[in-house]
């Protein structure tokens, strides 16, 4: 059910706010963006663990993909083809 009020929420011990009802946290991270290197409102797990934008996550499975790819051609099998 939604609400039609604000609530105020206490910074945690990581400096986070918690959302429970979406179990992630919001805070400030430091660090390069679209880039762009300032501060800017992250999300981050309810154990604290930093949650990957869409972009860091398809950079991270391209680099997957071709770490994979390289062990194949050392294998003598050419991903490539088909």
């Known amino acids: ?3 039609n009020y604000y609530e105020f929420v206490e910074a945690n011990e990581r400096d986070h706010f918690p959302i ?3 179990g992630i946290e919001l805070g400030i991270w430091h660090g390069r963006y ?3 290197e300032l501060h ?3 999300r981050w ?3 604290g663990n930093l ?3 869409g972009e ?3 950079q991270q499975k391209y680099q997957r993909a071709e ?3 390289e062990k194949l051609r050392q294998m003598g099998i050419n991903p490539d083809q088909e």
């Open 40 to 42: 800017w409102l992250r």
């Open 20 to 22: 429970p009802q979406l």
């Open 67 to 69: 770490r994979l790819a």
């Open 56 to 58: 860091e996550l398809a």
């Open 34 to 36: 679209n880039h762009m």
């Open 1 to 3: 059910m939604a609400s």
């Open 51 to 53: 949650l990957l934008t």
């Open 45 to 47: 797990d309810n154990q």
